[in-house]
């Protein structure tokens, strides 16, 4: 098995870099927070979000316009309640919603925390998107909605019915997975049993079909709970998977109103080490169920962080229902006693097996009121599988560690590339980046090739993503956290360059180059100009044909003998490797440039700390990146003799070839030599008429030398306070070069 991970991002982009490539922000309300519940209304065009106090429902085409809301606080009362309880009246006592189903075609079903006080009701949204206002019916929310905002649940309706794991009590201490809503009587695990759930955090509600009849469908949970007693050493968090029966209608004489039909098994995501050792992922932060074209059989992403306060990183895995169902289908975790290991059941399982839905498929039983007394006893006391669900090839497709943020959220878009299909990752992170990935599957599964194309910063400030959702239709991302909601889109191709070869080397699948620029890859558009190679990011099999065109820059650079001079020269990608060559006058051959005390290489250019005469020459700057080497820059230098420079200006301190002038007179070199290089004086617009120094004036002052270095000293002052910054032309800049450099 072997993996490879780029996990330097190609391309970084903060926030004031995003607001250009159409990063769109709803800032909040001075009085709510938590954006964090999310529901994607794809057929109105609108995103539902739930926060503190407030239900918003934003355009998905762009969040800032026509966006509407709701208020719906806690009572006055409920928070007094609620502060008196000893909460933190402005942090814990507000109604923040935690549900935000559909519940038919024209409502919504909401809850929220209440004030430590559960509460739900119905949201209008009408057949069209003209209506959006709140019924005033209200139901207890308990066994539906948290009670502590802090507390992590999940939620899903389904044909009426609301199934939730939440905690039920005010505590905090009574956690459970219902079935409420509906003509049924509500179902819950068995209460006060850690075999069941122990301390659980829940993180995802899905339903995933396991046969073509409907009444062999299952619901899973993802969530994480501490670890069973004997299950690991000392007290460790463990993520689990759990599924449960549709149709489960509990049992007759014993688990009355209880889930009969509860699994759940470890959900693992480790590195393994050469000793033997693992690393584990096990605080699992967020699911997402790809679909496939079997609905059977989607492909599951976790994002899961460490738990231990030392070592800091997190991990992706991927996972097939066909691994979780063997597991499912194996021996049941079983010990004998408080003071036994954890052991697989060796004796006889009982008929039907347990976890098996009632149905004609697997068994003839019409409901789980009907199973055997001997299949009841043995589901209540074996809920949890002995062999845990490992991940796709065994191990992470990609892991993060030694850096200053941890995953948080995750969603996944299926793309068509020009040579197949790709799953690119946008995870968000806990100080508000979003890192995009591509997966490039090699030979199979098991050796993958991770490439991260961006990151990005999508809030102001450092702030946990707690909500993303992804629009096939509008192409764009939505974000969600404590400071507000921002929308960007999945690709912005710009960003990559403006050559060929960039284009491809970015090796995303959203783009192409299309013989002109990067733009945005249509699987259906029929043009032979469309250059992609997402496999193997090769552009000299894509555009080799296209180099002629590349535009290199080209500048001429003026130094200062004995003083130093910095060449900026930075890839737009950041996995390329810089080059330097060195081409000097009347040679056409390009020597390597050697580094060495004098000659410092750095991430944004090369420095020459002591300019000499042999500095003089053509400078060619290359990135090199996956075997592809692209000019960037070529820098002409010219070095002016010290000597010269003094029979230029004569009689200022420092200048000319005495020795007895000290290091600090020739400091001024250095403003003499950025002015030169201002970028003012690099442009082409005509000169200001209220410039106060004109070729007339010059001309009187020519047989003066100082009046050289006035000039030149008046003008660095006029660019630097000037407030509109006028700027000079070209044919000005060489008059003054000419003037410097060949006066006698």
Known sequence: TSQTFFIVPRTRSANFHLIINNLLTFNGLANSSSYDTFLMDEERGRLLVGAEDHI??????????????IAWPATPSKRDECKWAGKDLGKECSNFIRVL?????????????????????????????????????FENGRGKSPYDPKML???????????????????????????TLGDQHPIRTEQHD????????FIGVNLIPESDNPEDDKIFLFFKENAMD???????????IGQLCKNDMGGHRSLVNKWTTFLKARLMCSVPGLNGIDTHFDELQDVFLMSSKDPKNPVIYGVFTTSSNIFKGSAVCMYNMADIRRVFLGPYAHRDGPTYQWVPFQGRVPYPRPGTCPSKTFGGFDSTKDLPDDV?????????????????GGRPIMVRTDVDYQFSQLVVDRVEAEDGQYDVMFIGTDMGTVLKVVTIPRESWHDLEEVVLEEMTVFREPTTITAMELSTKQQQLYLGSALGVSQMSLHRCEVYGKACAECCLARDPYCAWDGAECSRYFPTAKRRTRRQDIRNGDPLSQCSDLQHHASVEDRSVFGVENSSMFLECSPKSQRALIYWQLQKPNDDRKIEIKLDDRVVHTDQGLLIRSLSQSDTGIYHCQAVEHGFIQPLLRLNIQVIPTQRLGDILPGIPGVGGGTGHSAKHRVWYRDFLSLLDHPELNSCLFCSMDFPFRKGYLKKKKKKRSGYLIFILNLFLFLETKTNKKKLCKKTKKWIEGKLLFSK
Not at 56 to 69: A, G, K, T
Not at 102 to 131: S, V, W
């Open 101 to 137: 189903q559909p519940y038919n075609q024209t409502h919504l079903y909401i809850c929220g925390t209440g004030a430590f006080h559960p509460i739900c009701a119905y949201l209008e949204m009408g057949k069209r998107d003209n209506i959006f206002r709140l019924a005033l019916h």
């Open 230 to 240: 004997g299950e690991h050493t000392g007290k460790a968090t463990i993520a689990r």
């Open 376 to 392: 009841i006893t043995f589901a209540r006391g074996h809920p949890a599988m002995y062999n845990p669900v490992l991940p796709i």
């Open 194 to 201: 850690s075999r069941w759930l122990n301390d659980p955090r």
């Open 56 to 69: 918003f429902s934003f355009d998905l085409v762009n969040i800032n316009r026509d966006h509407r809301q």
């Open 153 to 179: 649940s999940a939620s899903l309706l389904l044909d009426g019915e609301l199934y939730s794991g939440t905690s039920a009590d005010f505590m905090g201490r009574d956690f459970a997975i219902f079935r």
